[in-house]
């Protein structure tokens, strides 16, 4: 284990916004995460809003620790707002975390009220 992880071989104690990172293999060009159990709530009723996300980037030197990710993921729970604002957020934070030389996150909320909404938040660094 790498003692510079504050989350990877610990107990989860809770949501955490701190991402972990590693230094990029030297053969890796493009990292995916997909989770479809990304939550949070409306900012206008307080209602609890699912949806899936796929963060993917060209790593320049780090890489995301996915424990780290998960627990990140997590602290949107109580958050309240809307979607767009949601994937603009996580590719910030993403791209604050690792450099990339481009981060891209499309976020799929779930079907409500017949419409299913998808946002798309890119960053680049070249």
């Known amino acids: 284990m790498d003692s510079e992880f504050r989350h990877l071989g610990r107990p989860a104690q ?10 990029r293999p030297p053969h890796v060009t493009s990292v995916s995460f997909q989770s479809a159990e ?14 899936t ?5 060209r790593p ?12 990140y993921l997590w602290t949107f729970r109580e958050q309240r707002m809307f979607a767009e604002q949601l994937a603009d957020t996580i590719a910030r934070d993403v ?9 891209r996150v499309t976020l799929t909320q779930n079907v409500r009220g017949g419409l299913q909404l998808t946002a798309v938040a890119e960053c680049s660094g070249d």
């Open 60 to 71: 320049r030197t780090l890489c995301l620790e996915g424990k780290s990710l998960k627990l």
């Open 14 to 23: 809770g949501p955490s916004a701190e991402l972990d990172t590693f230094a």
């Open 38 to 51: 990304l939550t949070s709530l409306c900012p206008v009723t307080g209602q609890p809003d699912f949806a």
């Open 53 to 57: 996300v796929l963060i993917e980037y």
């Open 95 to 103: 791209f604050k975390a690792l450099s990339p030389h481009h981060c």
